[in-house]
């Protein structure tokens, strides 16, 4: 089992910045595909970013390419979110998701087995 805590979201204006972190206990996450997807009010949980085991390997939903960005530290079982020029549509709660037994990233939230309680993010004008 993987236990996952979100921290670092809050209330920021638009074009500033946050940082998310995930951090992981109850077993080493290096070889744990990890993402960070998000939920509006009313809609689906979407992807943000994900990144491979090693870390060599990053995806993200095109609406935050260029803005945000994804990492992990391996050895302090973390993984956070550079969340930069931040938008009112970028408004979510944001959850930390590990992928069990595979390195490989995936979009989809289904291939994700562990979850954290979310961190919310809000962005005002």
């Known amino acids: 089992q993987v236990q996952l805590v979100e921290s670092g979201g809050g209330l920021v204006q638009a074009g500033g910045s946050l940082r998310l972190s995930c951090a992981a206990s109850?077993?080493?996450?290096?070889?744990?595909?990890m993402g960070w997807f998000r939920q509006g009010p009313g809609k689906e949980r979407e992807l943000v970013a994900a990144?491979?085991?090693?870390?060599?390997?990053?995806r993200y939903s095109d609406s935050v390419k260029g803005r945000f960005t994804i990492s992990r530290d391996n050895a302090k079982n973390t993984v956070s979110l550079q969340m930069n020029s931040l938008k009112l549509e970028d408004t979510a709660v944001y959850y930390c998701?590990?992928?069990?037994?595979?390195?490989?990233?995936?979009?989809?939230?289904?291939?994700?087995?562990?979850w954290g309680q979310g961190t919310e993010v809000t962005v005002s004008s």
């Open positions: 109850g077993r080493t996450i290096s070889w744990y595909a």
């Open positions: 998701g590990a992928r069990d037994a595979t390195p490989v990233v995936s979009a989809y939230p289904s291939n994700y087995n562990y």
């Open positions: 990144i491979s085991g090693s870390g060599g390997n990053t």
